[in-house]
């Protein structure tokens, strides 16, 4: 593989990266960052009128400080079939005592570097079969075809 393609390749691993939801270890801060909010069952009947119906989770910014509710700028709210909506940063407060966890979103190393890895030997395999240089073992017989 050319050092330009397996530069591109690299870069691109970099940008897409892969991000995961933690648990919070820290008393949250309302600094903008990226939560996912459980919601329980009282949680998702009283705020079908805002959410729709069966709102599970809400992810979004966080807005002010969690004393007795969590304020969100709403990016998406999955439903229990598994089904998600975007949302385009509505506020909504939610009462702490509806939710049954809140989790953050941290960049994770490890899937990136699995991705990347993943996507380094697709690109290779890919690459030596257009090139010609793929060995193929059927039978009692053994054909390298050489782009030559």
């Known amino acids: 593989m050319s050092r330009s393609a397996s530069f591109g390749l690299g870069a691109l691993a970099l940008l897409v990266g892969c991000y995961g ?9 309302a600094d903008q960052r990226r939560v996912l909010v459980a919601l329980n069952d009282s949680g998702t009947f009283l705020l079908a009128p805002k959410l729709g119906p069966f709102g599970s989770e809400v992810e979004g910014r966080l807005i002010e400080s969690p004393d007795s509710d969590y304020t969100l700028s709403v990016l998406m709210v999955r439903r229990f079939s598994g089904a ?9 407060v939610i009462p702490v005592r509806l939710t049954t966890s ?8 490890g899937r990136t570097s699995l991705f990347s890895l993943g ?4 690109a290779t395999t890919i690459e030596g079969a257009f090139r010609g240089n793929v060995t193929s073992r059927g039978g009692a017989t053994s054909t390298v075809v050489t782009g030559k």
């Open 21 to 29: 939801y933690y648990p919070v270890a820290q008393p949250l801060v």
């Open 84 to 92: 998600e909506e975007d949302w385009k940063g509505e506020r909504l």
């Open 102 to 109: 809140v989790t953050e979103r941290h960049f994770s190393p």
């Open 119 to 122: 996507l380094l030997a697709v």
